[in-house]
């Protein structure tokens, strides 16, 4: 049973448009949300974070939407670059008292110059 | 560079076989976390130690096991190996317990022939 689902497997975007990437949850105990970035051959790299007490949170280029009522998260990036290319992760765990996170398979960002 | 270290980068091994694949956390920290990602699959969370205790433990096999030694690196134990054991496997770490943004090795390629 997949917990944090990312339906689309792979994404394509033109180079300054918005890119937005999707997370739905099915266990209304998670709490605390993050998305990572993985480049070929490299670890996952930690890209942002956002706590159930908000609904919103921006680093940058990256914002992350958290709507609890659907159990739905997105990263938005704008405006997309060449760089930002790569497989993007979201993981959800239950908070503290908990020491794990449960990903999701993954979305393959393809971003286009 | 995350900090994490973990070796070897590749293992080719026979089924039947045990291996053993290293990990070096960021300096300072006290969480390890492992986890297994195979063809297609999100990560797989393992098990988790903090301080040389285990912590928290997913779907990890019984012929898995780890552990954490006082210099805080970890290791992860594959016995009676089976072909669908093949996996990247990444270690992370963190500084905290929980809801801590976690760091990833490069990870170990496994391939069981």
């Known amino acids: 049973d997949q917990q944090v689902k990312q339906n689309s497997p792979s994404l394509s975007v033109q180079e300054g448009r918005i890119s937005i990437l999707n997370c739905d949850y099915t266990n209304s105990m998670f709490d605390y949300f993050l998305w990572y970035k993985k480049y070929p051959a490299e670890g996952p790299t930690f890209l942002i974070s956002i706590s159930s007490i908000k609904d919103k949170n921006e680093d940058g280029r990256f914002t992350v939407f958290l709507n609890k009522s659907a159990k739905h998260l997105s990263l938005h990036i704008v405006p997309s670059q060449p760089g930002d290319s790569a497989v993007y992760f979201c993981a959800a765990s239950e908070g503290s008292g908990t020491y794990k996170y449960i990903f999701g398979t993954g979305t393959r960002l393809k971003v286009l110059a | 560079d995350s900090g994490v270290t973990q070796t070897p980068k590749h293992l080719i091994t026979a089924t039947g076989q045990r291996v053993t694949l290293r990990c070096s956390p960021r300096?300072?920290?006290?969480?390890v976390y492992w986890y297994q990602q195979s063809l297609d699959q999100g990560l797989q969370f393992l098990i988790q130690?903090?301080?040389?205790?285990?912590?928290a433990k997913g779907n990890i096999l019984e012929r898995f096991s780890a552990q954490q030694f006082p210099d805080l690196h970890s290791e992860l134990n594959l016995s009676s190996l089976e072909l669908g054991d093949s996996a990247l496997y990444f270690c992370?770490?963190?500084?905290?317990?929980?809801?801590?943004?976690?760091?990833f090795g490069p990870g170990t390629r496994l391939t069981v022939t």
């Open positions: 130690y903090y301080n040389g205790e285990e912590r």
């Open positions: 300096s300072g920290d006290l969480s």
């Open positions: 992370a770490s963190s500084s905290g317990t929980a809801n801590y943004e976690q760091y």
